[in-house]
C-alpha cells in the first residue's frame, strides 16, 4: 500500500486507521505491508512519537 507521503496527512491517516482499525502499529504495519522502522522515522522527522499507551502518534 503506498501511503500518503506528505508526513502530517500521513500523520492523520495513520492515526484514523490506528483509532478505527487496529489496535497497534505493529498490527497496522503488517497488514498494509508497510516498514514500521521507516514508518516511525518519517514521522519521528516531523517531530512525532508514536505512543503504544494511547495507539497514537502525538
Do not use: H, W
Not at 502530517?8 to 498494509?32: E, H, P, Q
Amino acid at each position: 500500500m503506498e501511503l500518503p507521503q506528505d508526513p502530517f496527512i500521513l500523520l492523520s491517516y495513520v492515526n484514523t486507521k490506528l483509532r478505527d482499525d487496529y489496535s497497534s502499529l505493529g498490527a497496522l504495519c503488517d497488514d498494509l505491508n508497510v516498514d514500521r522502522a521507516a514508518l516511525e522515522a518519517k514521522l519521528s522527522a516531523a517531530g512525532f512519537e508514536y505512543m503504544p499507551e494511547i495507539n497514537q502518534f502525538r
